[in-house]
């Protein structure tokens, strides 16, 4: 309040001014009080003329007080800056920036483990971060278990009885199991004799997240000897606050900046968790991202531009809306020289402009600049700290 009485002294030039007379009710009942059209400090509860300027005092109404309506001719205005638009029907594009942080996509990364017991020999590729290829042979495992399959293949493979045919199918069937190739069956049938060095192969492109294979140890089943990731697909996790996880959509396109660089992407939503985090109260969403070129890498930060398109709503420029509390405010001229507060319900808020849900209707002309001098007139007329409430809309 003494803010917006000090901002209203400076603006008027004049010093602060008490009531020509006590605060008693004028003699007619309409009438709450005159008072100077370019000094709104001044107050008489009788006709007359204002002692800073010498201007013809003017009535002020008591349904216009109660209104918390305040007066202010055009030489003021332009005074105090005060400028006007009306409310429109715009179309709105609700956005929202938020982090994200770049991860592998669990469905691209494979473990290479046994299904027998071996021992390992000429590991390729000793640190993780190594590139690898598809097919790629990652080192040989000698497993006794594999060698009695290949030579019991063998030996049916060249049988004449009437059960050879099903004791090589058995074997061969035994060897697959072990997760040894259609190739590598082959490959012993045409040697003619079983190997004892049986290539254990990448199953995807990409690059070694971790290795444990040792040349010359055993190796037993279940045992993760390599994990490969692909890079060439990632995920993004980002983290929505759970107010605004409406904005989020299955299949949603967006728009990605890496930190750090210029670079820029799309992806697509492919996960909106279901809780909320209960100390950081966001979403975590996931975002499928094409990484072909190798530009993302995992932990990388990246900013996730969410856009939400409202459609045409009634809408103000922000700079219209006066926050009292629990209460949103503009101020509506309504000709006259009168500025009447209105009470409005809010919405979204997006480039420069704010949704009315309601309490106006488009073509309302509204208060942009100079809203404070405008408050401080309001509640200097109706003697209050509060601004009045006004009922309905223009």
């Known amino acids: 309040m003494r803010v917006a009485l000090m901002l209203l002294v400076l603006a008027t030039g004049c010093p602060s001014t008490p009531s020509m007379s006590a605060a008693s009710p004028a003699a007619d009942p309409a009438i709450a009080y005159y008072t100077c059209p370019m000094h709104a400090s001044v107050r008489s509860d009788v006709q007359g003329s204002c002692p800073i300027c010498g201007m013809n005092l003017v009535p002020v109404d008591s349904a216009e007080l109660e209104s918390g309506a305040v007066r202010i001719d055009a030489a003021r205005r332009e005074r105090y800056g005060i400028a006007l638009a009306p409310a429109a029907l715009r ?13 592998w996509d669990r469905g691209k990364i494979s473990d290479v483990t ?15 971060g190594s590139p690898v290829r598809s097919g790629q042979v990652l080192f040989h495992l000698y497993s006794p278990d594999v060698v009695a399959a290949e030579d019991d293949l063998l030996r049916a493979s060249k049988a004449e009885d009437a059960g050879a045919s099903g004791r090589a199918s058995a074997a061969r069937l035994r060897l697959k199991r072990w997760d040894v190739s259609d190739a590598d069956i082959d490959a012993v049938l045409a040697a003619g004799v079983a190997s004892d060095k049986l290539a254990i192969r990448s199953p995807r492109a990409g690059w070694v997240l ?16 390599f994990r490969i990731g692909d890079l060439r697909e990632v995920l993004l996790e980002a983290s929505v606050p759970a107010s605004d996880v409406g904005v989020l959509t299955i299949g949603q396109q967006v728009s990605i900046r890496v930190a750090g660089s210029d670079a820029r992407t799309t992806g697509k939503v492919t996960v909106i968790e279901p809780t909320v985090d209960p ?11 094409d990484n072909a070129d190798g530009a ?11 856009r939400q398109p409202l459609g045409e709503r009634l809408a103000v420029p922000d700079t219209a809306v006066v926050y009292t509390g629990p209460r949103r405010i503009v101020f509506v001229d309504e000709g006259g020289d009168r500025l009447v507060p209105y009470d409005v319900e ?12 309601s309490g106006l209707h488009a073509g309302a002309s509204v208060v942009v600049a100079g ?11 109706g003697g209050s700290d ?7 809309a223009p």
């Open 91 to 103: 179309t709105m594009e609700r956005s929202l920036d938020v982090p994200a942080i770049v991860t």
């Open 114 to 128: 046994l299904k027998v017991t071996g021992w390992i020999s000429d590991v390729s590729l000793a640190e993780p």
């Open 210 to 225: 971790e290795q444990a294979a040792i040349s010359g140890a055993m190796a037993s089943p279940g045992q993760t000897l």
């Open 279 to 289: 100390i950081t109260r966001t979403v975590r969403a996931r975002i499928a991202v």
């Open 296 to 306: 993302l890498r995992p932990d990388q930060w990246a900013t996730v531009e969410l």
């Open 346 to 357: 809010i919405g979204a808020s997006a480039d420069g402009y704010t949704e009315i849900v």
């Open 371 to 381: 809203n404070f001098l405008v408050e401080a007139n309001s509640r200097l007329q």
């Open 386 to 392: 509060a601004v009045h409430h006004h009922e309905g």
